[in-house]
């Protein structure tokens, strides 16, 4: 019986090819991309879940709590780990990391590498954090002082292999380490990457004891059926017994936050992350595109094979006579659904092989076709299958298996079939559907077009920030003589040194004491060392006083600058004079001597906080502002430059411009993702429109015959069939206008700096459902005006 169905479905198929190929267009479109986007939340939701212990491991954040602001951050103080360990029975493991540098320097014989993501780790790292050994003990690895654990793609990269490794030794800045293990490379999906692990005896037992120094990532591994909220409580006590003599003086507050690492990439709002974080929003967003392209195909289908039923009408109403009971005819309609699914599913696998690639180059992610083998990939799949298969060909299988035979056989349709409002209202998801995935893509792409167009407050062109190397010894003579000879070339237009710049991943947050208007207050601020070029360089405008000069030098803590938002954080009417020291100490008073204009010192994703500049030569980059023109040749001639400074090391540089778009690069991902498959949406969403029009011709091409034979227009004829059309437009936009505003209303509500929602974006997707609309109508149309009425009017 089986095969007798699908027999049939099969030669009625291919009896109406075009009808069949539009079908499985559309079915192809979004099992393809669907599933697309199922990799992709599929492997944002699997972050840190690869580790054996993934359920029972906690990071411990903390929120500094000032009387005027909170700074969440994920990273705490050094001695946090042992001391949980010790005092809390909850904990069975603590782990600390904490970051080598930006660059760490190893060299190998004469060769000098810049190694980036090296941390020094607790020895009991592997206890708690899954990685697979190629060589080494996993016990002992981090034990001994001076140990480095080194992934596959660094052990290859200083030694072309990974065998007989472990003994050998690379050189450090000032210590030689010796290759204890040689791991696989941490897996893409974990929200703490490295290259590297060194000791963490490396540094030292009195290094940074303090518990008023924050720097490091300290993870918990806690026992079974421990509740991490109650153990979070469990934690407040530590302020008064370790925290408090420290900053009570200064009303500064420390509670601690603990989170899963299973959250961390998606859910962590703390600031310091060691990786770029996921969003949960857009999971949320991609989920609904997705199911939006699954259901608009859906819908497609069931439009599509509606029209169609004026040409099946009297073979069902045969088959009925015939004695075939209305089951059979719906096991049969679901059998040709069926089939439609299974060759969009083929063409979909044989699609993702081929854009693959592209897909790749788009999300960031390596998938590869093994993906689809994954169990909820492969869960997905059947779910979707079943889902387009049944869902899709349901109601166009009872709607015409329904049909009453002796009104069919008649050649009176419309009796047998009357589920236009329905249809309609099919349709009018569909255009709420586009017009919410329309509106959402413009304010996506207004807003990251907004925040890249944005004036900074400095000049981030042909800004080059070259890193200078660890140094021994005080370094300024070596900074002077860089600047020195980087300005020997005539592109190079200025030259300073910092220790920061906009957009920098370090940042340098101190507890200053402020003249206030009864005194001195405690506020935490951000302190760049600069040196008097700094601003010329960057072009930072200077609105009040002066700024540094050599003759600073001297006294180069009793002279700072300070920002626009300092002085309204203030509430002072002239900064000028004022009084600013780092608390406790009272040796040095500096006077604020300039006012420079605000400028956005982190990314767009931040407001503009209060900044103090102060003067110093000995920091660690040098930034050149150079001429656009001949960038290659000025880029050899800084490396000379810089090789007669440095020969022993590299030269290590990055543009300011490159830095500030890099903060967009995930959500440009995300972006580009979202506007593809909003795009695709909308395709699909034609197709259904394509379907329903169809239809409507279908039935009415008698009419249109008629009205043609009377004398009507092909123009008013169009008109006609448009109208009710342009109302299901019209009913479409006042139920997506105020959906889309709400939802993008809350999609820009976190940034700090936001392009308006504006009206034109929402009629501009309007009129582009609109037009695409009539285009389809006039088509279907016309064609059906231009029939020779002759044959419309003959008898079926």
Same mark, same amino acid.
């Not at 899963?260 to 703390?270: Q, T």
């Given at each position: 019986?089986l095969?007798?169905?699908?027999?049939?479905?099969?030669?009625?198929l291919?009896? $109406?090819?075009?009808?069949?190929?539009l079908?499985?267009l559309?079915l192809t479109?979004?099992?393809?991309f669907?599933?697309?986007?199922?990799?992709y939340?599929?492997?944002?939701?699997?972050?840190?879940?690869?580790h054996?212990?993934?359920?029972r491991? *906690?990071? =411990?954040?903390?929120?500094?709590?000032?009387?005027?602001?909170?700074? !969440?951050?994920?990273?705490?103080q050094?001695?946090?780990?042992?001391?949980l360990?010790?005092? *809390?029975?909850d904990?069975?493991?603590?782990?600390?990391?904490?970051?080598?540098?930006?660059?760490?320097?190893?060299?190998?014989?004469?060769?000098?590498?810049f190694?980036?993501k090296?941390?020094?780790?607790?020895?009991?790292?592997?206890?708690?954090?899954?990685?697979?050994?190629?060589?080494g003990?996993?016990?002992?690895?981090?034990?001994a002082?001076?140990?480095?654990?080194?992934?596959?793609s660094?052990?290859?990269?200083y030694?072309?292999?990974t065998?007989?490794? =472990?003994?050998?030794?690379?050189?450090?800045?000032?210590?030689?380490y010796?290759?204890?293990?040689?791991?696989?490379?941490?897996?893409?999906?974990?929200h703490?990457?490295?290259n590297?692990?060194?000791?963490?005896s490396?540094?030292?037992?009195?290094?940074?004891s303090?518990?008023?120094?924050?720097?490091?990532?300290?993870y918990? +591994?806690l026992n079974?059926?421990?509740?991490?909220?109650?153990?979070?409580?469990?934690?407040?006590?530590?302020?008064?017994?370790?925290?408090?003599a420290?900053?009570s003086?200064y009303?500064?507050?420390?509670?601690?936050?603990?989170?899963?690492?299973?959250?961390i990439?998606?859910?962590?709002?703390?600031?310091?992350e060691?990786?770029? +974080?996921g969003?949960?929003?857009y999971?949320?967003? *991609?989920?609904?595109?997705?199911?939006?392209?699954?259901?608009i195909?859906? %819908?497609n289908?069931?439009?599509?094979t509606? &029209?169609?039923?004026?040409?099946?009408?009297?073979?069902?109403g045969?088959?009925?006579?015939s004695?075939?009971?209305?089951?059979?005819l719906?096991?049969?309609?679901?059998?040709?659904?069926t089939?439609?699914?299974?060759?969009?599913?083929?063409?979909s696998?044989?699609l /993702?092989?081929?854009?693959?690639?592209?897909?790749?180059?788009?999300?960031?992610?390596?998938f590869?076709?093994?993906?689809?083998?994954?169990?909820?990939?492969?869960?997905?799949i059947?779910t979707i299958?079943?889902?387009?298969?049944?869902?899709?060909?349901?109601y166009?299988?009872?709607?015409?298996?329904?049909?009453?035979?002796?009104v069919?056989?008649?050649?009176?349709?419309?009796?047998a079939?009357?589920?236009?409002?329905?249809? @309609?209202?099919?349709?009018?998801? @569909?255009f709420?559907?586009?017009?919410?995935?329309?509106?959402?893509?413009?304010?996506?792409?207004?807003?990251?077009?907004?925040?890249?167009?944005k004036?900074?407050?400095?000049s981030?062109?042909?800004?080059?920030v070259?890193?200078?190397?660890?140094?021994?010894?005080?370094?300024?003579?070596? /900074?002077?003589?860089?600047k020195a000879e980087f300005?020997?070339?005539?592109?190079?237009?200025?030259?300073?040194?910092?220790?920061?710049?906009?957009?920098?991943?370090?940042?340098? *947050?101190?507890l200053?004491?402020?003249?206030?208007?009864?005194?001195? =207050?405690?506020?935490?601020?951000?302190?760049?060392?600069?040196?008097?070029?700094?601003?010329?360089?960057l072009?930072?405008q200077?609105?009040?006083?002066?700024n540094?000069?050599?003759l600073?030098?001297?006294?180069?803590?009793?002279?700072?600058?300070?920002?626009?938002?300092?002085?309204?954080?203030?509430?002072w009417?002239?900064?000028?004079?004022?009084?600013?020291?780092?608390a406790?100490?009272?040796?040095n008073?500096?006077?604020?001597?300039?006012?420079?204009?605000?400028?956005?010192?982190?990314?767009?994703?931040?407001?503009?906080?209060?900044?103090i500049?102060?003067?110093?030569?000995?920091?660690g980059? =040098?930034?050149?502002?150079?001429?656009?023109?001949? /960038?290659?040749?000025? +880029?050899?001639?800084?490396?000379?430059?810089?090789?007669k400074v440095?020969?022993?090391?590299?030269? @290590?540089?990055n543009?300011? $411009?490159? #830095?500030? @778009?890099?903060?967009f690069?995930?959500?440009? !991902?995300?972006?580009?993702?979202f506007?593809?498959?909003?795009?695709?949406?909308?395709?699909?969403a034609?197709?259904?429109?394509?379907?329903?029009? &169809?239809?409507?011709?279908?039935?009415?091409?008698?009419?249109?015959?008629?009205?043609?034979?009377?004398g009507?227009?092909?123009?008013?004829?169009?008109?006609? %069939?448009?109208?009710?059309?342009?109302?299901?437009?019209?009913?479409?936009?006042?139920?997506?206008?105020? /959906?889309?505003w709400?939802?993008?209303?809350q999609?820009?509500?976190?940034?700090?700096?936001?392009? $308006?929602?504006?009206?034109v974006?929402?009629?501009l997707s309007a009129?582009l459902?609109l037009?695409?609309?009539?285009?389809?109508?006039?088509?279907?149309?016309?064609?059906?005006?231009?029939m020779?009425?002759v044959?419309?009017?003959?008898? #079926?």
């Amino acid at each position: 019986m089986l095969k007798n169905y699908f027999k049939i479905a099969v030669r009625s198929l291919l009896k $109406d090819k075009g009808y069949t190929a539009l079908n499985i267009l559309g079915l192809t479109i979004g099992l393809t991309f669907s599933l697309f986007l199922v990799f992709y939340i599929t492997d944002e939701l699997s972050y840190d879940r690869y580790h054996e212990k993934a359920d029972r491991i *906690f990071r =411990v954040g903390a929120t500094i709590k000032e009387p005027e602001r909170a700074d !969440k951050v994920a990273v705490t103080q050094f001695p946090l780990g042992p001391t949980l360990k010790k005092e *809390f029975p909850d904990v069975e493991h603590a782990v600390r990391f904490v970051g080598s540098g930006d660059k760490t320097l190893f060299k190998k014989g004469e060769t000098s590498f810049f190694e980036t993501k090296v941390f020094y780790a607790d020895s009991n790292v592997f206890d708690v954090f899954t990685c697979k050994f190629i060589a080494g003990d996993a016990k002992r690895a981090l034990i001994a002082p001076n140990s480095l654990v080194l992934t596959r793609s660094a052990a290859e990269k200083y030694f072309q292999t990974t065998d007989h490794v =472990v003994g050998k030794s690379l050189q450090g800045k000032k210590d030689t380490y010796t290759i204890t293990a040689v791991i696989e490379d941490v897996p893409s999906t974990s929200h703490l990457r490295f290259n590297a692990l060194l000791s963490a005896s490396s540094l030292g037992k009195d290094f940074s004891s303090s518990w008023g120094s924050f720097g490091f990532y300290t993870y918990v +591994l806690l026992n079974k059926n421990t509740d991490p909220k109650a153990f979070e409580k469990k934690l407040i006590p530590m302020y008064d017994k370790y925290m408090a003599a420290i900053f009570s003086q200064y009303n500064v507050k420390i509670n601690y936050v603990v989170q899963p690492i299973v959250d961390i990439h998606l859910r962590s709002d703390l600031n310091n992350e060691p990786e770029e +974080l996921g969003s949960m929003s857009y999971i949320y967003t *991609f989920s609904a595109v997705a199911l939006f392209m699954i259901l608009i195909a859906c %819908i497609n289908y069931m439009n599509l094979t509606t &029209a169609r039923s004026a040409r099946r009408a009297k073979e069902i109403g045969i088959r009925k006579v015939s004695g075939s009971l209305q089951r059979h005819l719906i096991i049969q309609f679901l059998t040709e659904s069926t089939v439609i699914t299974l060759v969009s599913l083929l063409l979909s696998l044989l699609l /993702i092989a081929l854009l693959l690639p592209v897909f790749n180059d788009i999300s960031g992610k390596t998938f590869t076709f093994g993906t689809i083998f994954q169990p909820i990939t492969l869960v997905s799949i059947i779910t979707i299958v079943v889902a387009v298969g049944l869902v899709g060909g349901s109601y166009p299988a009872f709607y015409l298996a329904k049909f009453n035979p002796l009104v069919v056989l008649k050649g009176n349709l419309a009796k047998a079939s009357s589920n236009a409002p329905l249809r @309609q209202t099919l349709v009018i998801l @569909q255009f709420t559907i586009s017009m919410v995935m329309l509106i959402s893509t413009w304010v996506v792409y207004d807003q990251l077009n907004f925040m890249k167009n944005k004036d900074l407050g400095y000049s981030k062109d042909q800004v080059l920030v070259v890193n200078m190397p660890p140094i021994n010894r005080d370094g300024r003579n070596e /900074i002077k003589l860089m600047k020195a000879e980087f300005l020997k070339n005539p592109k190079v237009l200025s030259a300073s040194s910092s220790w920061y710049t906009p957009n920098s991943n370090g940042q340098n *947050f101190n507890l200053m004491e402020i003249e206030g208007k009864t005194g001195f =207050v405690n506020l935490g601020v951000e302190v760049y060392g600069v040196d008097p070029n700094y601003l010329q360089t960057l072009g930072i405008q200077l609105s009040k006083g002066r700024n540094f000069t050599e003759l600073d030098r001297a006294d180069s803590l009793r002279r700072m600058l300070v920002n626009e938002a300092l002085i309204k954080k203030m509430g002072w009417s002239d900064a000028l004079g004022k009084k600013i020291r780092f608390a406790g100490d009272t040796a040095n008073l500096a006077e604020v001597v300039g006012v420079f204009k605000d400028f956005h010192q982190k990314s767009l994703y931040n407001p503009i906080e209060p900044l103090i500049l102060m003067y110093r030569e000995n920091n660690g980059s =040098v930034q050149a502002k150079i001429s656009p023109d001949d /960038i290659p040749g000025t +880029l050899a001639h800084l490396e000379k430059s810089y090789k007669k400074v440095f020969p022993e090391h590299s030269f @290590q540089y990055n543009f300011l $411009d490159q #830095d500030f @778009q890099s903060q967009f690069a995930a959500d440009q !991902k995300r972006g580009t993702i979202f506007t593809a498959f909003s795009s695709l949406t909308v395709l699909i969403a034609c197709l259904g429109l394509l379907g329903l029009v &169809a239809f409507t011709t279908e039935q009415r091409r008698k009419e249109i015959s008629v009205r043609k034979v009377m004398g009507a227009e092909t123009g008013h004829i169009v008109t006609l %069939i448009s109208r009710g059309f342009i109302y299901l437009v019209g009913v479409s936009c006042l139920i997506a206008f105020p /959906i889309a505003w709400y939802f993008m209303n809350q999609w820009l509500e976190p940034f700090p700096y936001k392009t $308006d929602l504006s009206p034109v974006t929402f009629l501009l997707s309007a009129g582009l459902v609109l037009m695409i609309t009539l285009l389809t109508v006039s088509f279907h149309t016309v064609k059906a005006a231009l029939m020779n009425p002759v044959k419309a009017l003959k008898a #079926d």
